[in-house]
């Protein structure tokens, strides 16, 4: 997937912080699980958005509330 204006700076300061390697597993990593959002371009079909998808189905909240 492209990569927005955000997206790059967010990046470049994960690799500054963990190194070239960690940061970018770090970074795609926050963007599947939802805490970055708009760092992506238009797009969706690539291994990003099936992993996204998937983590999104397999992290689902329950209406159950515990502890009443």
Request: net charge positive.
């Amino acid at each position: 997937m492209p990569i927005t204006k955000k997206g790059a700076k967010i990046l470049s300061a994960m690799e500054k912080e963990y190194g070239a390697k960690k940061g970018k597993a770090v970074y795609f990593a926050s963007i599947v699980k939802g805490r970055v959002r708009g760092v992506e371009g238009r797009g969706g079909t690539g291994t990003l958005a099936k992993a996204k998808k998937t983590y999104t189905k397999n992290h689902k909240k329950s209406g159950i509330k515990s502890g009443t």
